[in-house]
């Protein structure tokens, strides 16, 4: 696939190298930016046009922006990782396209040609490599989305969008690492309904999940885990991460894909490795009452998390309004950081990539 061309206009007033250095050394997450952003714009009349790199700053919007309103709007998640021989590359960016195309359906907006996703992506990245953070478990967290720019206020599908891409140098997610997480069983608020836009990474399913992720906060928790919506019985997903379940026997269950979860990336590669090594992976609806039960038996030992920005974390106890469990001995399980450790070891060039899953460039 060739790469579009992005025009680029080079930050006049970038941050300064020994600034930039300081902030890298502890970038937490999400809360630093780099100097670009790329940008696209998308018209009825046009298509998609306007291509470029910029310097990042803030947008002017009018008050009537259809997206301000109705929340037409989609997001993707990615990692550019520095690799041990100094080239920089991405995990498996062509399935994060393919996903922006497939949640833009669903929100009656324009899909974005891979080849333009992934060479915005590239065209940033290129521009500001030196945001790369050299840290152990550091990496360029990459933020695509997409929204109604078109000022009106009728409902329906916008006839105007922006495509930006904006990058934030990020250590690790979770502070401590891998440490086991506690998650709060939300038995009121659910995330997706059948039907719904559970499947899509759109803003509105977050923007409906805070709530959810405050109670979980109020009772002691660090993360929310949601029920499915009809029977408030299967285990779904947190609010950004899917769940996975390990048995005794050695076997791991993680929901199926029925629209009402986020299809992840993560889960995808999580479920193409243990296989790989042997493992039976079911993709099969676990309810919470067997998940307790089977937690209070042993024959459950691990249950982890995962996604982009953590990648995988390990899941210690589970509380809700009729008590808590606590899994194996609560802490980190053995299967969980084996695959962990093999998941991150390709993302960062440092083991084979049979699947060419490492998307290399610059
Ligand atoms: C993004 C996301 C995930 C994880 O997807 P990855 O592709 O693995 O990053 C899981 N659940 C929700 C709700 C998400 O938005």
Same mark, same amino acid.
């Not at 997610?173 to 690492?177: A, E």
């Given at each position: 696939m060739s790469s579009p061309t992005f025009y680029v206009e080079a930050n006049p007033a970038p941050v300064a190298a020994n600034e930039r250095t300081r902030l890298l050394a502890d970038p937490g997450f999400g809360k630093l930016f780099t100097d670009h952003m790329a940008m696209i714009r998308w018209s009825d009349a046009k298509g998609w046009h306007d291509a470029k790199i910029t310097a990042r700053g803030p947008l002017m919007l009018d008050p009537a922006t259809a997206v301000l309103h109705y929340a037409q709007e989609i997001f993707e998640g990615l990692k550019a990782y520095r690799l041990a021989d100094g080239g920089i590359a991405l995990f498996r960016p062509e399935e994060n396209a393919r996903r922006f195309r497939e949640s833009a359906q669903r929100m009656a907006m324009p899909e974005l040609p891979d080849d333009l996703f992934i060479g915005s992506i590239e065209a940033l990245v290129k521009a500001d490599a030196n945001w790369i953070p050299d840290l152990e478990g550091g990496s360029l967290y990459l933020r695509p989305f997409m929204f109604a720019s078109e000022v009106f206020l009728g409902v329906k599908p916008a006839s105007e969008y922006l495509y930006l891409v904006i990058a934030s140098p990020a250590g690790a997610?979770?502070? =401590? =690492?891998a440490k086991a997480v506690t998650i709060w069983v939300s038995d009121h608020y659910t995330r997706a309904a059948p039907g719904g836009t559970g499947a899509a990474k759109c803003g509105g399913n977050y923007a409906a999940s805070l709530v959810a992720q405050a109670e979980a906060i109020r009772e002691g928790c660090d993360q929310v885990v949601f029920l499915d919506a009809a029977e408030r019985r299967w285990v779904e997903e947190l609010g950004g991460m899917n769940l996975f379940f390990v048995f005794d026997d050695g076997s791991i269950v993680t929901p199926p894909l029925t629209g009402t979860i986020l299809p992840g990336i993560t889960r995808e590669s999580i479920i193409s490795l243990a296989r790989e090594q042997g493992i039976t992976v079911r993709e099969q609806a676990y309810a919470i009452d067997q998940w307790e039960a089977d937690a209070k038996s042993g024959r459950l030992v691990e249950t982890f998390a995962c996604g982009t920005a953590a990648v995988v974390t390990p899941v210690g106890t589970v509380k809700s309004r009729d008590g808590a469990f606590t899994i194996g001995s609560g802490g980190p399980g053995q299967i969980t950081e084996a695959l962990k450790a093999r998941l991150t070891a390709i993302q960062r060039g440092e083991a084979p990539d049979p699947h060419g899953w490492v998307h290399r460039f610059g």
């Open positions: 997610y979770f502070k =401590g =690492g």
